[in-house]
C-alpha cells in the first residue's frame, strides 16, 4: 500500500472512531508533509475542522477543492456546506449556482448538487409573489406606474391580459408618449393605439426615427388630441406634415426639434405664424431659402426662442438684415433669444434691441454682427461666443445715460469675442452691476492685468462661477482672487499659467466655499499640489494632462 493511501486510510478510521485529533494529525501528514492536494484528502480533513468547530478552516479546504477540481461536485457541496453553517445562506447559494455551471450533469452527486440548490434557493427567495393590482388601491397603484418611463409601461402591458385592461381603462398614464427610445420607425398604427388608450387627451408627445413614410402621424394626432401641448422631435426628415399639424395644433405651446431635424427658414416662419400660442419654439439645425421668407403677425405669446443655423449652409450665404429686423419688431415678449451661426449682412439696429424689453437671456454664437447689451435693461443672461464685432463698438459715445445692465449676472464671452475692459469698465461705470456667473475662455485679446482690474473693483464680490480656461493668467490673479472673490464656488483655469502656489492659495483661504476646481493641462503645477488640492473636503479637483509624444497621447491624471 502506498504511504499516502494509508495515511488517507487511518485518517478516515480516526474519523470513523471520532477520534477528530487524530484524524487531523493524518491528514495534515497527507497534504503538508507530502505535498499532495487529493480530493478525498481535502474533503476528510474540511470534514474533520468541522468536527472541530473550525468552519474557517473548512471552508478553506472546500475552496482549495473548487480550485483545484473544478468539475468535481465535493468542492462545492463541501463549500456550501460550511457556508450555511456560518449563516451565508446567500453565498452559499452563488456557490451551488457556479458549480452547476461548471460540472457536467453525468457526473456522481451532480443531482444532489441540484437538491441542495434548488431547496436553498426556495429557502432565500421571497415568499409567493402576489399581483400588485390585486393589493393595492387602484389610485396608489396608478401613481406608482405614472413613475415610470413610457417604455416601462409600453412593458407592462405585456405582463398579462389582467395588466393590459388595466392600463388601457387608465388614459392619465397616456397623455404623454415618448418615444425618444424607440429602436425602429415609429408607425402610424403604434401612435394610433396609444392616443385611443388615452382617449384624445395627449398633452405631450417625444418622437425619434419619425421618417417621411409617415406623413400623416403628427396631423393625425394633432387633430385627434385637442389638448395637444407639446411637441418634441429629435430625428426625421419631413417637413410638410409638420406645417400641417401646427396649423391643426391650436394650443401648441412648445416645439422643439433637435439637430438631426433640418428645418428650413420658410417652414419656421409658416409654424410660427400658424401656432399663435407657442410659447417656447426651438429649432436646432435650420437650412436657409433660396429666398428670405416673411414673418407672418406678431407673436405676443413667444417667451423662448432658438435658431441654431446648419454650419454648412450658413458659408456661402448671409441672411437678409431684414429678416433679422422684422422678426425682433415681431417678438415684443420673448424672455430667451438664441441665435447660433446668424450672419447677418448688417448691424441690429439698436431701437430694434430696445423694444425687447423683457429678454432676460441672450445667446449668440458666430454671429456676424453688432449688438449692445446695455440696451437689455431686463437682461440676466448674456452669451457671445466667436462673435468678433458683436460688442466691439461698446464704447462708442451714445444715448446710454437711460440705459442700464444692472440686471445682468451671467456673462460669457467665448472664443475671440471682442471686448475691450474699458469700454466694458465704461458700461460698469454707468450702471454697476452684481454678476454671478462670469465666463471668458479662449478671449485672448484680455490680459491679466484687466481681470485682476475687475476683481479689484469689487467686479467679482459676488461670483460663484468663474471660467478663465486658456487665458494668459498668473498667480497674481489669484492673489486677487482670494482677497476679493468670497463666493466663489465654481473655478475652471485649464492651460493656464498658475503654480502649485497659487492653488494652495485658492483652496486654504479663509471661509473658502469652494467647490469645484479644474486646472487640467497646468503643466506649472506639480502633482503635490494636486493631491494637496484633493485632500481638501467639500472639493472636486479635474486634472488631466495630455502630452503628445509622436503619434501617441498620453494622458496623465
Not at 29 to 40: E, G, M, P, T, W
Not at 78 to 100: E, F, M, N
Not at 193 to 199: H, K, L, P
Not at 388 to 399: D, E, F, H, K
Amino acid at each position: 500500500m502506498e504511504p499516502s493511501d494509508k495515511l488517507l486510510m487511518l485518517g478516515q478510521q480516526e474519523y470513523m472512531r471520532k477520534n477528530y485529533h487524530a484524524a487531523l494529525d493524518h491528514l495534515d501528514s497527507l497534504i503538508v508533509l507530502h505535498k499532495q492536494r487529493d480530493i478525498n484528502a481535502l474533503d476528510c480533513r474540511a470534514a474533520t475542522y468541522e468536527k472541530l468547530g473550525d468552519l474557517n478552516a473548512a471552508l478553506k479546504d472546500g475552496r482549495r477543492m473548487i480550485v483545484g477540481y473544478p468539475t468535481e461536485c465535493a468542492g462545492y457541496l463541501r463549500t456550501g456546506k460550511v457556508l450555511q453553517l456560518l449563516d451565508k445562506d446567500t453565498v452559499a447559494l452563488g456557490i451551488y449556482k457556479y458549480g452547476l455551471r461548471r460540472v457536467s450533469p453525468d457526473a456522481s452527486r451532480y443531482q444532489l448538487l441540484r437538491e441542495l440548490y434548488e431547496t436553498l434557493n426556495r429557502r432565500c427567495g421571497p415568499r409567493k409573489a402576489k399581483d400588485p393590482l390585486t393589493v393595492l388601491p387602484t389610485e396608489v397603484a396608478q401613481l406608482i406606474i405614472s413613475y415610470l418611463d413610457f417604455t416601462h409601461i409600453i412593458s407592462l402591458t405585456r405582463v398579462s391580459t389582467t395588466w393590459r385592461n388595466y392600463l388601457k381603462s387608465t388614459p392619465s398614464l397616456w397623455e404623454s408618449l415618448d418615444f425618444s427610445k424607440a429602436k425602429t420607425n415609429v408607425s402610424k398604427t403604434a401612435i394610433q393605439r396609444y392616443v385611443r388608450f388615452s382617449q384624445g387627451r395627449v398633452t405631450k408627445i417625444v418622437l425619434s426615427r419619425f421618417v417621411t413614410q409617415q406623413p400623416t402621424n403628427l396631423q393625425y394626432l394633432a387633430s385627434l388630441c385637442k389638448g395637444l401641448e407639446h411637441i418634441e422631435i429629435h430625428s426625421g426628415y419631413c417637413l410638410t406634415p409638420l406645417v400641417e399639424a401646427a396649423s391643426v395644433a391650436q394650443n401648441l405651446r412648445c416645439l422643439l426639434l433637435y439637430s438631426l431635424w433640418e428645418t428650413t427658414l420658410d417652414c419656421i416662419s409658416q409654424i410660427l405664424g400658424n401656432c399663435r400660442n407657442l410659447v417656447r419654439a426651438e429649432f436646432h439645425a435650420v437650412t436657409s431659402c433660396a429666398a428670405n421668407p416673411q414673418w407672418q403677425g406678431e407673436m405676443p405669446q413667444l417667451r423662448t426662442l432658438v435658431l441654431n443655423m446648419v454650419e454648412d449652409t450658413v458659408e456661402p450665404r448671409m441672411i437678409n438684415a431684414s429678416l433679422t429686423h422684422s422678426l425682433l419688431s415681431l417678438i415684443p415678449n420673448i424672455r430667451e433669444l438664441t441665435l447660433r451661426r446668424w450672419r447677418s449682412t448688417s448691424t441690429i439696429p439698436t431701437a430694434n434691441i430696445l423694444a425687447l424689453t423683457h429678454l432676460e437671456k441672450l445667446v449668440l454664437t458666430n454671429f456676424a454682427g453688432e449688438i449692445r447689451p446695455e440696451a437689455l435693461p431686463s437682461l440676466r443672461v448674456l452669451e457671445l461666443d466667436h462673435c468678433p464685432s458683436a460688442m466691439a463698438n461698446l464704447s462708442t459715445p451714445g444715448p446710454m445715460a437711460d440705459l442700464s445692465v444692472e440686471s445682468l449676472v451671467e456673462l460669457s464671452l467665448m472664443n475671440d469675442t471682442a471686448l475691450t475692459i474699458d469700454s466694458f469698465l465704461r458700461l460698469l461705470e454707468l450702471k454697476p452691476m452684481i454678476l454671478r456667473k462670469l465666463r471668458l475662455p479662449r478671449c485672448f485679446q484680455i490680459a491679466e492685468a484687466e481681470i485682476t482690474r475687475l476683481v479689484d473693483m469689487g467686479i467679482m464680490d459676488q461670483v460663484v462661477e468663474l471660467d478663465l480656461t486658456g487665458l494668459h493668467v498668473t498667480d497674481t490673479l489669484i492673489k486677487s482672487l482670494v482677497v476679493r472673490a468670497h463666493q466663489l464656488e465654481s473655478t475652471s483655469l485649464v492651460r493656464t499659467d498658475i503654480t502649485g502656489v497659487g492653488v494652495k492659495a485658492l483652496v486654504t483661504k479663509p471661509g473658502c466655499k469652494l467647490r469645484y476646481l479644474n486646472i487640467s493641462d497646468c503643466f506649472q503645477i506639480s502633482a503635490d499640489a494636486v493631491a494637496f488640492a484633493r485632500n481638501v473636503e467639500g472639493l472636486t479637483v479635474k486634472c488631466n494632462r495630455y502630452e503628445n509624444r509622436g503619434k501617441k497621447k498620453i494622458r496623465y491624471e
